[in-house]
């Protein structure tokens, strides 16, 4: 019965076979194929789980939900992400992903390189993000041959994608495309040199007329107000 079975930590097998369930299951998910949750769970006791309960294993699903949303990526519908992961579990449930080469972890990296950022966040633009990035709160300063800052690419996509091609500072359409994506700035309305953060609840997407506006126009401050009052994410800081 479930109440003798192991409570103690998993083990690295463990955790291994879990995930390769849950990875069998979120591409039958992707394609939109059928499967059965229970049953999963039900082969996972009857092989390399044989020391856990349903119960530890439906919550062990739950971790690895958590870390799939994290990574920007949509977890699978019915395993709704555990809020508490500790970091030792996260950790090792990432480096079993990354070492499956399951999620392009790279893409996601944060990065001081325009280009770059830039790039990867028109990649992240393409796919679903499921959850609202956290950002960073304070984003590091660092020197080349001008001062620039690292940002999360996940930001700038989800930003876009709130937009939805339609800039939130004037109500206009995107001037033009970018491989085949409306091309709006993302504006810090704190800027990163007055230590602004790099998170959505600082951030607009804008066409270029209003993103320069809101830096050298002489109603720049007015401007700035007015995206504060419209915008229900935006925080002032």
Not at 110 to 131: F, P
């Amino acid at each position: 019965m479930d109440t003798q079975k192991s409570n103690t930590g998993w083990s690295d097998t463990e955790l291994e076979a879990s995930i390769d369930a849950y990875l069998k299951m979120w591409k039958l998910e992707q394609a939109g194929q059928a499967f059965k949750k229970s049953v999963e769970n039900r082969l996972l006791r009857e092989g390399p789980l044989a020391l856990r309960s349903a119960s530890s294993i439906e919550y062990r699903m739950q971790n690895i939900s958590a870390v799939i949303q994290q990574l920007g990526w949509q977890p699978i519908t019915g395993y709704v992400p555990a809020k508490n992961v500790g970091a030792g579990v996260n950790a090792r449930i990432r480096a079993v992903l990354e070492a499956k080469a399951v999620l392009d972890t790279e893409t996601y990296t944060a990065t001081a390189d325009e280009a770059v950022l830039e790039m990867r966040a028109t990649t992240l633009q393409k796919r679903s993000i499921a959850a609202e990035p956290q950002g960073i709160v304070n984003p590091q300063q660092v020197s080349a041959t001008s001062t620039t800052y690292v940002r999360d690419p996940q930001v700038r996509a989800w930003v876009r994608q709130q937009a939805k091609g339609i800039c939130e500072g004037c109500g206009s359409n995107a001037p033009f495309e970018v491989d085949g994506q409306p091309f709006l700035e993302v504006h810090h309305v704190k800027h990163l040199a007055q230590k602004g953060s790099d998170c959505t609840s600082n951030a607009v997407a804008l066409c270029p007329n209003c993103h320069q506006r809101c830096h050298r126009s002489s109603d720049r401050k007015a401007f700035t107000a007015g995206l504060y009052s419209r915008i229900t994410r935006l925080i002032p800081e």
